[in-house]
């Protein structure tokens, strides 16, 4: 029967536990670079939806301006909004219904003198 040294079976345990040892490390490594990007991704998605919303509020009061060609301005800047494939569902739902808002006040004709209608009732529209 070979006999076996302290010193050898002292040295494969010190060489087990320092290879464990840099699997736990990597591991962990693995997984802080995994949250980052993550958390990165997240953070992208929101820079992405605060701007898209910037633009949509820009957009709309670009629509309603008195300004000659701002409110074509506005409205193609709206309609690129709509297309954007990063925005969520109710985004496009409600640059939708915002466009439609802004197309049927442009269809409206206007009210006569004295007479209230829909146009005179929104306050948000400039007189």
Avoid: Y
């Avoid at 290879?19 to 949250?35: E, F, H, P, Q, R």
């Amino acid at each position: 029967m070979p006999v076996i040294h302290a010193e050898a079976v002292t040295a494969a345990v010190q060489s087990a536990a320092t290879l464990w040892a840099a699997v736990i490390a990597g591991g962990a490594a693995l997984l802080s670079a995994v949250l980052s990007a993550v958390a990165a991704h997240r953070s992208g998605r929101w820079t992405q939806r605060e701007q898209w919303w910037q633009r949509f509020t820009w957009a709309c009061e670009k629509c309603i301006s008195r300004e000659p060609g701002a409110s074509e301005v506005g409205a193609s800047v709206l309609d690129a909004l709509i297309a954007v494939p990063w925005a969520s569902a109710a985004d496009h739902e409600m640059a939708l219904a915002m466009s439609n808002v802004i197309v049927d006040h442009v269809r409206e004709p206007a009210a006569p003198a004295g007479v209230v209608g829909r146009r005179n009732r929104r306050r948000w529209w400039p007189a």
